[in-house]
């Protein structure tokens, strides 16, 4: 008695627990309780801010080995190397000889007006003529001439004299070098400059500064430059060519002040900071001593490799961030999706579970690493042991019981907490959730067991590349080993997922009562003790059940199903008819009605008995949710017709509808609602009294009409053009098991129906046989009347 009650109060607990909204509030809060405690650091709040005169709050000590750089010092070197390093100067030895081909091109063109052949008397070109083409000059020339000093060389007939004395001027200002700003190029005449060509980048030391021109005194170079060159021309053309070349002039010489930091960043680069070590365990300051300039280097030192953090501040961050990422992840994507609204509580139950189970996986890491590295402590999430973690686990034991959409959005979840206990890292959400959706992706794939290995595989090569990518992506320059020794991690960690996906599949199967499509192969054998025991008890279901297992695989896989879940639940869709088999018409081998002695209201009741007494024989076999949802489903809400109009004209005028109607739900699924269709097309087939194609074909239609008019399949995701599909897919197999039969008779008997005239053309044999009562015709051969009586 006390085991009894003890039974009862479990079961109206585990009920309270399965159905209460209460129960969501509490994972949510102890989840995030948890995490936020297991973010916690193991160490009491520690401050390193001080400023020289303070007084020490504690005793303050190294937590490991490290170097105390002399800032100063070394910044000093660094300044040193700056002051030494020649400021980079770059020369244009093209620009030159550009200026001049502009000048030949525009002085050519220019001259072609007066060009005429020998034997010609043609006049010159007028001055309106040439200048019609002074656009075309100035174009070429690179720079705007008034009229007046166009008119100038249009007198001169644009002599190639004039050509050449503008090049020969500028050639010598250019040759020896023009800078834009001679002040700054000034502030460096005690060190010198590199000039380097720009077209050869060949260089050379320049000491003698002031040699080189500023532009201004480039102009009046040109004047200088070209007194001895321009004194035989007259005195507008002179000043017209010194004009030209002072306005064509060009720095040929400039700054460069990026290889010039370049260089200077090299050769700071080189110079080694003065270090000086401090120890693990040394004393830095003690409790109650005053902060000075040499303790408070060093405790700066000291903040610079542990990141300080305000535990309460961090932890109530970390809290925060957990609770909205569940909530938002829920209540967006999880909370009306569709396969989980029933048994809704159970499943959130398995993802919490699977979280928490998964974030101790991350939580040993860390713990292994640190134990192992003791001066990582604070460089965990630097370090690759995060790509050892069997994360992806999650998302394909996820993907195997709930689907691959319900698997990314937890991924999502598991993804980001993980990183935050690597200290946040963007690489690791990274690695951890395309690795996992992959994972899941090529689980939902092949779900069969004998792949899980091979997704393994494929996920550890994938892991391996991506941990490549990320090595790239995080290290300017890849250390060799480092990087072969994320590829072995991240090789293991989806070997290791794979391992615990195939470990965990059973458990969670039989803690859960989940299907997977492994299971389901099981239950698809027809040697497993439910079918046998239907089989022998009634045999006239298990061929009916056969059959409808049938309908449903090929219906299924004509929409796109799931055909080997309808498959199955047409196996065991009316194991609840083992509980009184002979008042289903299809055991009734001897002929007699039991409900003939029954009120259609009793007859209802058993019939509808059948349900709960298969859904109760589904639990007890641990058959699975999926299956248990089709024995329920199977039926719907649908009238009993036939007892329900037997009482309507038995004269009783208190007939209530719902008496006779299976008490449901509706098909929730198209699997569910395909093993309707087919468990009332097999059974309404099998009756007719000579099923020709037609007949199958009409009585197809009208029953699935009939069954789409009562609102039975308003809740499953079956379309019209579904309907369709299934109603060819049973017509094609109905249509081969009820196929013409060529009838072979005895020959003494087919003379004797022939000489009796009774002979008929028909596809059946009677079930009785005509003469009960005549003699054995064939005394020589065995008679076997009796076997299986």
């Not at 048994?343 to 189970?357: C, E, P, R, Y």
């Not at 299924?556 to 083992?578: E, R, T």
Request: charged fraction near 25%.
């Amino acid at each position: 008695m006390k085991k009894t009650k003890t039974d009862n109060w479990l079961k109206r607990t585990r009920g309270y627990l399965l159905s209460t909204p209460h129960l969501l509030w509490f994972m949510l809060i102890a989840i995030t309780v948890a995490f936020t405690a297991f973010q916690t650091p193991d160490q009491n709040k520690i401050s390193y801010s001080y400023q020289i005169g303070d007084v020490a709050q504690r005793d303050i000590k190294a937590p490991k080995n490290f170097f105390l750089e002399d800032k100063e010092v070394t910044s000093a070197r660094k300044n040193q190397v700056k002051d030494v390093v020649k400021t980079v100067y770059d020369f244009d030895e093209n620009l030159a000889v550009d200026i001049s081909s502009r000048i030949e091109t525009a002085m050519d063109f220019a001259r072609q007006l007066f060009e005429k052949p020998e034997s010609s008397d043609a006049p010159d070109p007028t001055l309106a003529m040439a200048l019609a083409v002074k656009p075309e000059f100035e174009k070429k020339l690179g720079m705007e001439i008034s009229n007046g000093a166009y008119t100038i060389l249009y007198k001169s007939q644009f002599e190639m004299n004039i050509t050449l004395k503008i090049k020969n001027i500028l050639d010598k200002i250019l040759s020896n070098g023009v800078v834009a700003n001679k002040e700054i190029l000034l502030e460096e005449e005690g060190k010198g400059i590199i000039l380097r060509t720009i077209q050869s980048n060949e260089e050379r030391a320049v000491n003698n500064l002031k040699a080189v021109y500023g532009p201004d005194q480039a102009k009046a170079m040109v004047r200088i430059e070209g007194q001895p060159l321009l004194k035989k021309l007259n005195y507008n053309l002179s000043n017209l060519i010194v004009d030209i070349c002072q306005r064509l002039l060009q720095p040929n010489i400039t700054l460069n002040k990026n290889e010039t930091e370049n260089r200077i960043q090299d050769a700071q680069s080189k110079i080694m900071p003065i270090l000086y070590q401090i120890k693990a365990g040394e004393m830095i300051v003690r409790e109650g001593e005053r902060v000075d300039k040499i303790k408070l280097i060093k405790l700066t030192a000291l903040k610079e490799q542990v990141v300080e953090k305000d535990i309460y501040m961090s932890g109530t961050g970390t809290a925060m961030l957990t609770c909205f990422l569940i909530l938002v992840v829920y209540y967006l994507f999880l909370k009306d999706h569709k396969r989980l609204k029933t048994d809704h509580n159970t499943h959130m139950i398995f993802l919490a579970l699977g979280l928490v189970l998964y974030l101790i996986f991350a939580k040993i890491v860390i713990y292994v690493a640190q134990s192992a590295h003791p001066e990582m402590a604070w460089q965990i999430a630097a370090s690759s042991f995060y790509m050892v973690v069997p994360i992806q686990a999650g998302a394909m034991i996820t993907c195997l019981f709930l689907g691959f959409d319900i698997a990314v959005f937890f991924t999502i979840v598991l993804s980001v907490l993980a990183s935050l206990a690597f200290g946040g890292s963007f690489q690791v959400f990274f690695f951890f959730f395309f690795s996992s959706i992959t994972a899941a992706y090529w689980i939902d794939q092949r779900q069969a067991r004998k792949n899980f290995i091979i997704a393994g595989v494929k996920l550890a090569i994938f892991n391996s590349i991506l941990a490549i990518a990320l090595g790239f992506y995080s290290l300017a320059h890849p250390d060799p080993m480092l990087l072969a020794k994320e590829v072995i991690f991240a090789f293991c960690g989806g070997l290791f997922a794979a391992t615990l996906t195939i470990g965990f599949t059973p458990l969670i199967e039989i803690l859960f009562n989940y299907t997977t499509a492994a299971k389901l192969l099981e239950f698809a054998n027809l040697d497993q003790p439910l079918i046998k025991k239907l089989m022998i008890e009634a045999p006239g279901t298990y061929n009916h059940s056969v059959i409808v297992a049938t309908l449903a695989e090929a219906a299924a896989s004509a929409v796109s199903a799931n055909s080997l879940q309808a498959k199955v639940m047409g196996y065991y869709h009316d194991i609840g008819k083992l509980d009184k088999t002979m008042y289903f018409i299809e055991n009734q081998a001897d002929g007699k009605n039991r409900h003939d002695k029954l009120s259609p209201s009793m007859s209802a009741l058993i019939l509808i008995q059948h349900v709960k007494k298969g859904v109760e024989l589904a639990k007890k076999y641990k058959l699975g949710n999926e299956i248990v949802q089709g024995i329920s489903q199977h039926h719907g809400t649908s009238l009993i017709k036939y007892f329900y109009n037997k009482s309507l004209n038995s004269g009783n005028e208190n007939v209530n509808e719902e008496d006779f109607r299976y008490p449901g739900p509706k098909p929730q699924t198209r699997e569910a609602g395909i093993v309707m269709l087919a468990d009332v097309v097999e059974a309404a087939v099998r009756a007719l009294e000579r099923p020709t194609p037609s007949k199958i074909k009409g009585r197809v239609k009208e029953l699935i009409n009939d069954i789409f008019a009562d609102g039975q399949l308003e809740e499953c995701e079956l379309t019209l053009k579904d309907l369709h599909q299934i109603a060819k897919s049973f017509n094609n197999i109905l249509t081969s098991i009820y196929h013409s039969r060529i009838e072979y008779t005895d020959k003494t008997q087919e003379k004797k129906k022939e000489k009796n005239g009774t002979a008929k053309d028909s596809d059946r044999q009677s079930a009785k046989n005509e003469n009960p009562n005549a003699p054995n015709i064939a005394k020589d051969r065995t008679d076997l009347k009796r076997l299986g009586l």
